[in-house]
């Protein structure tokens, strides 16, 4: 998934990255074996084993350690400081299990966290809070996105995150701030927390945003100018893509509002503000995804009418020359007749005129000005030069 | 509705198979006789007599019983183990009716269960649950579904399922959870069943689903690179049983859903957590339709499109040529002509020129040289190759 | 409104049928004079006189009698049996103004039961509730469907319905009921007859649906084998008349489940569980109107690709016949020119080569195979055949 | 505003109508200086002074003054008698200040009255309730028709109603009824008027309704019969204008709810059954206005198909004729070619054969039968005729 | 984004006003970078400096003030006078943290004020409410507008407004009314403050909604009477344009009316009534919006059909004149050919004839005419002239 390196003057569609296996925007779509057991795990074929991270922190201290087994964490999870398990890769149904009793999950908490991908949702067990998100990250050869599943896991005094893979991330920033202590992250509880890694998923939809925004502007001004089957084809595939997004992102907007209004009491009021900011975003990068939607939708419009005008210009041509040529070949026609001028004198008697050729070329030239002036007239030159 | 074996390489439209009868996705329509009886009968005509099977179990032991009579099960129904008796076809009024009376069906229930299809939805009656769902199967040439109806009457300590037809079934993998005590199935009470059986029909969905994602994507390939009239009916076909799915599957989140919020006591709390994760999956579902069927629009403008686009090609073609050769046969018409050379100096003087006839070759080939380059800098060549 | 006897091989449109004023399917409008009182009755001026019907049952007996004048009622509506007086015609004020006398009717009830058409709607009065409803029945040339308002007036033990119209009716099937005594219908109050009607008039957008089921399969082979004129009118009557149903069967949902939630004590609730059976049967309805429209307005685009399809097959026609003669033409053009050979060697020599003409057909031939074999592997030959 | 005489045989379009300033649908839009002070009157330019009306009635007797003075009506609001004072015409800021004196209205309330136009809506006050309504009236010639503001503010024996303008107005029948005491309007209050009032206006819109429901009939002959660019201008028109019906209506009904569901004790129950009969036709009205809305969008895809059906048959007539004379005039020029017979017996020995010109004919003919024969086959000239 | 003058008979189009950077109207993007701190502020790189102005006044007196630094407005605060502050310019990251100190603000208020563009909303704090608004003005060329952010923070006595952007501001009125005293602005709290500005700001999109109904009707003549290339850019723009205003004030719609509906103790019940006359001219401005949309969408139809119907009298001329030629030509080329007359007496005597050639040109002539007397009767002419 990872862009190979490209020369700049190289036009590549989306379209051939797709087919280069170097984008993944397809439908993905969950799949769960009919009459199978709630709980079962389906480990994709292709899941990286888990990679497990562990970030400790209170006011005071902060530390960060690289866990070989799920059970390592467990003395961490009883101590009053923040204790965040990071988990990246889905690629060990045993470490998945150990995780599941360590943290004391429902059977369909760990189906929801491993049987990617979920709709993004927010649902609410005995002493803790299961949320799904969706985190989009743009591609290294910058011209797409990459997603993934991300699940939280919100207890008292730990949060539990599971990422789909290892390679893609945007929590860089929020590490930083709890190692630095910037900010009042380290002053905070778990929920909090919860809150940052939620407020960077939703930001790391608008550097995506952008690059459509870009596209989009690109596309309005190839449509004009030169509406070509690529074209098409860009617009369908941005459709295509919008219509992930939103996937993604509606469901988002409702699991944040009932993190708002019928949150548990795992998240304090105090957080509840902040979480109606990054609800704002959230309905913010709903509202630019419709927008481009629409445009799109105006742009395959505009596209086809384009090549219609196109089309219209090709055709005009045809008909200019035709009709000028079309009269004055049947002149040159008639002259070139065989009748018999010795049998009668109304044979064709212009052949044997003395300034028979010039007045043909004469008559020729009279018609041909005069169709032109019609055409003129009618404005068919105007787009035709 | 089975399909035959087919060779491997022999392409076959879906339409094909609708109009063979081995698929059968029309829009089936409700049809009540206007002024009958509420609970009058209407038994298909091609209904199969029913074939009656009965799971009765508990944490200790699971016995599978074939029924001659519906009578044979009145025993069970009073014991406090789980008795699943399961219906299949719908051919037998008598053997209907003795079901109702056996299970002391409203009279309203027992039309609902046999004058199919009905609405997904669900009833509550005095002690009794009815969930009317829509099940679909995939056919067995693999390349579209079977739909059927199948009713649920959950009791205190039974569950009676009523299927249209012996021979689809999503049941097998809840029978076999059953059989092994695999899981937890064995030590809940019909409640747990049902959500398992719902499950079930649901997860069903999805593999319908991939197939229509995979024809989606074949169809975005057909669309810009050939586009023929059976890509045009396949566009049209995919959006017609994309609404018989949806039709199937809107119902559906309502019934599950009012199963959660507004379930009667014979549906227990523990077990309600596990139809939200049901519901979730329903949600997917619907979700994925919706976007499948904005896909088939999107791909119904690139169809017309394309079609456009090679229609433009084509009319490139015979204006390039025609332009180039309109001129070419004027002049050539020109040195037809007979005029009297004899009779005056003015008369096609060029007919005796020395190098006449290679001049005119020449002004020919600037002629066709100076249209081809203008036909290029208009960048009319640039799809025609 | 009574089709006339037709030849079965002659081909009758709909919207003939309508010109010939068969079908009465025009988008009816609602037309009061502004200002005028509340409680004036417009009678429309084509109204046939009113036949007036009485049936009275109890469990032991039922009577039917054909009354002369309402007042003729009164004596039954005090008795404790059920009183079901049918009036149908609208075309006498004075008989109107006496029943509604007789049935101390609130002046606006009044004009809702004659001044056709109104939105079906329920409303409670003091004792009484008014149902507006909307019946359909096949016209007996089967291909379309005749409307009209049905009114009901349900007090404690009677029930007054005020059709339109005296000939056509879907309530024969209750009339047999109630005097056969089948089912429970004569051991019921009024409020159970009142539900009766409704379902038998819901029950009767079922048959109009399934004309239109196989109307809209026949369309779909019509729009791609033969896309013609008469096929853009049917699919435009097509959508005309489903929005009619729509306009119908939409406020019917809600008349109905307003009966079911908020109706009076004068429905009782068992009457409201077989209500409950009636909604069902109405969303279904609504779902194929609605399912039916959307695929009429996907058969509009598959029509407008057809008919695109059928062109550019011509265009393809003209465009390799004309592409492969104007070279060949060209070329017979250049032979006949008259450049004198015998005023230098250069002029036309071919003209007196030996194998001049074979040579001649030989390039001719040579040229028009290499174009038949460019426009072979562009594909154009593919639907040209 | 009046509609001059016009020749019957003369076809004048709305447009037209449009154009010479007799109709008046434009967009209106509501125009306040930003930042101007809340209550600040805008008094169009046009407006026409006001004249004022003054109904003053009980059950015993009615008046009706001319007043010169808002001033004048003052004794007449004290009186238990129900007193209707209407002012017709914007064009005086002194008279209508006056009026808010008199009324003791609220700055807010006679700027909406007098800033025309606002969107109806209705709002309480401490003692009045204010209702703004848009009255339709069709004009004088009869193909469209005129909008304007009606503003009624109810207070407890009085209704005040202020109108744009002096000519256009739909009460007469209102006024009628109360100088002939028909009906039980002498009988009841001040919101007993209103109400008339209201159903006055609402019941104005469907005479406009008649007009386009006949417009729709008369296009959809044109769109399939003789589509110009005349019909695709109505078309646009139509849609232009069923939007201004729309904006207008959607509010009333809003408006109209709002005043049965959460009216001041200013209504009374009684008149709030004559409103819900009210709400039911503006439901109607707006019903119709969507079905309008509806069919001129299906209209419009009929027209482009039209277009394009016209199109095509005259392509296939340059097809036919070009593809049939192509062959022939390629033969007439190989016999016309110049190739020396006498250097070589294989030069055109058909030039020389005793039966070659009419073999050549045969030819012909043979070649051009062959080709109608097989545009006949394809159908081609089904429409062509 | 100040518009040079311009000669007044050259036509700017709105797009060219857009390259040249004069109009901003993109569809600009909140960007937040993901992970960043909550509270982080994000100065716009080409921000200008702010300048603060401060008007305090009550009903005695009103002074107005140019600030250097924010703590200069700190004595102000605590007065029972009205204090405004109004901070122009986005462009120092000192002043606006001081400014946060001054005002106590919470670092999400700060958030939201500074890294615009925010969405319109309403947010309640301990004692401070925070409007987000989005103001627009029209550009000075007149054709079209600027939008930018006003962010209100109202407390008990003073009112803090943040503007984007030094040079536009529709407040001036406002102002004009505080010095004057005009009204009862200075009579009221911060709350009625607070509405005039809301109210300023609504009424500000009323000039702009002008400006594209003008648009509107010029492109309706345009797309009729001339459809260029052009056109169609202007449709995409005025759609795109459009929906920008869309988003705009979709949402300060639900930021007035929760102001109105659940706002908090700052705003008196008196201000409410007022608030609910803004309300009502914000779904007006919003009502127009759709309105012009959906006209835009239209339109869109419009424009292609008229450009088909361009293209099809293009083709007609094309169509006329090679049908009426091509048999003409065949004739002449017929007449042209070189059978040996003297060979045999069939080969051509047409030739020898004495009246050969005339009867030759009126075989012609009579062909000609037939053809345009088919054409005309087909009226093929009507449009063509």
Redesign the interface.
């Known amino acids: 998934m990872v862009g190979k390196h490209r020369q700049p003057g190289n036009i590549v569609t989306r379209r051939d990255l797709i087919r280069e296996g170097e984008i993944d925007i397809?439908?993905e779509?969950?799949?769960?074996?009919?009459?199978?057991?709630?709980?079962t795990l389906r480990i994709p074929s292709d899941a990286l084993p888990p990679i497990i991270g562990l970030i400790d922190y209170n006011e005071q201290k902060a530390v960060r350690l690289q866990l070989g087994t799920p059970e390592e964490c467990a003395p961490h999870l009883d101590s009053e400081s923040v204790s965040w398990l990071d988990v990246k890769g889905l690629g060990s149904e045993d470490v998945l299990q150990r995780l599941g009793q360590v943290f004391d999950l429902?059977p369909?908490v760990l189906?929801?966290v491993v049987n990617v991908p979920?709709?993004p949702?927010v649902?609410e067990y005995d002493d803790q809070l299961l949320i799904i998100a969706r985190m989009v990250t743009p591609t290294e050869s910058g011209s797409s996105f990459h997603q993934e599943q991300v699940s939280l896991i919100l207890g008292r005094h730990y949060l539990l995150t599971v990422q789909e893979e290892p390679e893609f991330d945007?929590?860089?920033?929020?590490r930083?701030?709890i190692r630095t202590a910037?900010?009042i992250?380290r002053k905070r509880g778990a929920d909090y927390l919860a809150y940052?890694l939620l407020?960077?998923?939703i930001?790391?939809f608008?550097?995506i945003?952008?690059i459509y925004?870009e596209d989009?502007?690109e596309l309005?001004d190839a449509v004009?100018e030169?509406p070509?089957?690529q074209t098409?084809?860009r617009i369908?595939t941005l459709?295509?893509e919008l219509?992930v997004l939103r996937?993604a992102v509606w469901p988002m907007r409702d699991t944040i509002n009932s993190l708002i209004r019928d949150g548990s009491d795992l998240i304090s009021e105090d957080v509840r503000?902040?979480l109606?900011?990054c609800y704002?975003?959230t309905?913010?990068v709903l509202?630019?995804v419709e927008?481009?939607r629409?445009?799109a939708s105006?742009?395959?419009?505009?596209?086809?009418?384009?090549?219609?005008?196109?089309?219209?210009?090709?055709?005009?041509?045809?008909?200019v020359?035709?009709?000028i040529?079309?009269?004055?070949?049947?002149i040159?026609?008639?002259?070139?007749?065989?009748?018999?001028?010795e049998?009668?004198p109304?044979?064709?008697p212009?052949?044997?005129?003395?300034?028979?050729?010039?007045l043909?070329w004469v008559l020729m030239i009279v018609i041909a000005l005069s169709l032109i002036a019609y055409f003129k007239r009618k404005?068919?030159f105007?787009?035709v030069s």
């Open positions: 397809q439908m779509y969950f799949y769960d074996v009919p009459g199978s057991m709630p709980g429902h369909l189906e929801d979920q709709r949702k649902e945007c929590f860089g920033a929020v930083d701030r910037k900010g992250i940052s407020d960077s998923i930001d790391g608008f550097p945003l952008e925004g989009i502007e309005e004009v030169s070509t089957h098409l084809e369908h459709r295509r219509l996937r503000i902040y109606r900011d704002d975003h309905v913010q509202d630019m927008t481009y629409e445009l105006s742009l395959m419009d505009v596209y086809l009418s384009s090549v219609n005008n196109k089309m219209n210009e090709i055709m005009k041509v045809l008909t020359i035709s009709t040529f079309i009269p004055l070949t049947f040159v026609g008639i002259y070139g007749m065989n009748f018999d001028r049998k009668s109304f044979n064709m212009e052949l044997d005129w003395y300034w028979g050729y010039p043909c404005g068919w105007e787009n």
